[in-house]
């Protein structure tokens, strides 16, 4: 399992906005993606999901840009990888219909408590934590 572009770099496009974070103060995109070696088409795409799904909000104007639409210690990780990467899928058998070998797989136990290992982490995790943790590590 490997996370997309669109997952790491959304992410570290959110984390400019969250290092900014006034509330009322939006960035340009140009900015967010010089920041942090973006293609700014990409992540115009990128933004419209995020957007859409109701995480950041687009201000219009020569001072417009975007800013995240809840403070960020409001807004977690899951709910970013949600957005830009779907569910997340540890293994086939987990999904959709029933699998033919719950029963004799010897390995189903594990993949459950990985991928609920993983919603654990990412459902506690939010942006505003990810900041905090690196600064702590400077």
Not at 49 to 68: A, F, H, N, T
Not at 75 to 80: P, Q, R, S
Request: proline content about 4%; overall charge negative; charged content about 30%.
């Amino acid at each position: 399992m490997k996370l997309s572009t669109k997952t790491r770099y959304g992410l570290r496009a959110l984390l400019e906005l969250v290092r900014q974070y006034d509330g009322r103060t939006p960035l340009s995109i140009t900015d967010i993606a010089s920041k942090e070696n973006i293609s700014e088409r990409y992540l115009e795409q990128l933004f419209l999901k995020l957007r859409r799904d109701g995480l950041i909000e687009s201000v219009r104007g020569p001072q417009g840009g975007y800013l995240l639409s809840r403070a960020p210690m409001e807004i977690t990780v899951a709910e970013v990888v949600e957005v830009l990467e779907g569910n997340i899928q540890i293994a086939d058998c987990l999904e959709g219909p029933e699998c033919m070998r719950e029963s004799a797989c010897p390995a189903r136990k594990l993949w459950l408590r990985l991928r609920d290992s993983i919603d654990n982490v990412l459902v506690s995790t939010t942006l505003k934590d990810l900041i905090e943790d690196h600064d702590l590590q400077k």
